[in-house]
């Protein structure tokens, strides 16, 4: 294992968050990975140092459950979304809401900024991406995206596309550039996407507990990722900061560890029962994974807690 955790796999926990906000529905690291969002079904999203298991903030203003959320490129500002249908843009040191979008006529399951923070996105349950203007005071968005059949489960984007999963068994990936929409039929419901650090192959988790990587350009399958449990939630996929290995969430209270290239299971990161590791969140640049289980958000290091280095 020593080999294997060289090459940049986190294996113990360090820390453990007791968020205190029921059960945490999601947990995202902000851009460089100092600070993280925990989003809570008691409606709060808080704002955490995991590194030193320091409460920062805490912000109120959803009505339900918070589902997502993500910190901008600055870190000074913040968007949420969850079961109130609203999507909130707010301000990180004062914790006021800046702006509060209505529009989806169902739950929101994920939000994004894009790349300079000017605008988020949304998938909601009613079938849309919607976007939204962060500098503008119109209360519309500037363009929807209604492709889907289904909910829009996972969004992610980059410079010039955004990519998502739908729980109608497709991934959609939008280019900004060619005003293209490509569709991939995956096959069972998509409950999580991700582009590979270089951009070149598109992650995605679906609900036959199984991960498929895939060439962006060709759509060409280019490896399968068995051995966790999902067929009833939606869970996080993620690649850890040098795209050596593949993580996944599992029913079975364990985060599935792959080797990308030959598809095998490395490790497995248990937690201490059975439930649903739903939520990840690997930091940009170090060996540090962070996992959201039942009310608590597990901080998981090499032994050494430093980075691969």
Same mark, same amino acid.
């Given at each position: 294992?020593?080999?294997?955790?060289?090459?940049?796999?986190?294996?113990?926990?360090?820390?453990?968050?007791?968020?205190?906000?029921?059960?945490?529905?999601?947990?995202?690291?902000?851009?460089?990975?100092?600070?993280?969002?925990?989003?809570?079904?008691?409606?709060?999203?808080?704002?955490?140092?995991?590194?030193?298991?320091?409460?920062?903030?805490?912000?109120n203003a959803h009505g339900y459950d918070v589902l997502d959320a993500q910190g901008s490129c600055d870190n000074s500002q913040l968007c949420s979304c969850g079961m109130d249908k609203t999507v909130i843009l707010w301000d990180v040191a004062s914790g006021?809401?800046?702006?509060?979008?209505?529009?989806?006529?169902?739950?929101?399951?994920? *939000?994004? !900024?894009?790349?300079?923070?000017?605008? =988020? @996105?949304?998938?909601?349950? $009613?079938?849309?991406? %919607?976007?939204? +203007?962060?500098?503008?005071?119109?209360?519309?968005?500037?363009?929807?995206?209604?492709?889907?059949?289904?909910?829009?489960?996972?969004?992610?984007?980059?410079?010039?596309?955004?990519?998502?999963?739908?729980?109608?068994?497709?991934?959609?990936?939008?280019?900004?550039?060619?005003?293209?929409?490509?569709?991939?039929?995956?096959?069972?419901?998509?409950?999580? *996407?991700? !582009?590979?650090?270089?951009?070149?192959? =598109? @992650?995605?988790?679906?609900? $036959?507990?199984?991960? %498929?990587?895939? +060439?962006?350009?060709?759509?060409?399958?280019?490896?399968?990722?068995?051995?966790?449990?999902?067929?009833?939630?939606?869970?996080?996929?993620?690649?850890?900061?040098?795209?050596?290995?593949?993580?996944?969430?599992?029913?079975?209270?364990?985060?599935?560890?792959?080797?990308?290239?030959?598809?095998?299971?490395?490790?497995?990161?248990?937690?201490?029962?059975?439930?649903?590791?739903?939520?990840?969140?690997?930091?940009?640049?170090?060996?540090c994974l962070l996992t959201a289980y039942e009310d608590k958000v597990f901080v998981w290091k090499t032994q050494h807690g430093q980075s691969h280095d």
């Amino acid at each position: 294992m020593a080999s294997k955790v060289s090459q940049g796999i986190p294996e113990k926990v360090v820390h453990i968050l007791d968020c205190k906000q029921r059960a945490v529905r999601a947990v995202r690291f902000n851009a460089d990975g100092n600070y993280c969002l925990t989003c809570g079904s008691d409606k709060s999203l808080k704002l955490w140092n995991p590194h030193t298991n320091k409460l920062l903030k805490t912000y109120n203003a959803h009505g339900y459950d918070v589902l997502d959320a993500q910190g901008s490129c600055d870190n000074s500002q913040l968007c949420s979304c969850g079961m109130d249908k609203t999507v909130i843009l707010w301000d990180v040191a004062s914790g006021k809401v800046l702006r509060k979008f209505r529009g989806h006529v169902g739950r929101t399951n994920c *939000v994004k !900024f894009n790349e300079e923070s000017t605008v =988020i @996105l949304s998938g909601s349950i $009613d079938g849309s991406v %919607r976007i939204w +203007d962060c500098r503008s005071r119109r209360p519309e968005p500037i363009q929807i995206l209604d492709e889907a059949k289904d909910s829009v489960t996972a969004i992610q984007v980059s410079d010039y596309e955004i990519l998502t999963g739908c729980a109608d068994g497709r991934t959609r990936r939008y280019d900004l550039r060619n005003g293209q929409i490509l569709v991939d039929l995956v096959g069972n419901s998509v409950t999580s *996407v991700s !582009f590979t650090k270089d951009g070149q192959c =598109i @992650l995605v988790t679906t609900l $036959d507990s199984t991960l %498929r990587l895939f +060439d962006k350009d060709s759509g060409e399958m280019l490896n399968e990722y068995t051995g966790h449990k999902n067929t009833d939630y939606k869970v996080d996929n993620c690649l850890n900061s040098d795209d050596t290995h593949i993580l996944n969430g599992s029913e079975d209270g364990a985060v599935y560890v792959w080797d990308l290239v030959d598809g095998k299971v490395v490790t497995k990161l248990q937690h201490p029962g059975r439930s649903c590791v739903h939520s990840l969140s690997y930091h940009p640049s170090e060996v540090c994974l962070l996992t959201a289980y039942e009310d608590k958000v597990f901080v998981w290091k090499t032994q050494h807690g430093q980075s691969h280095d």
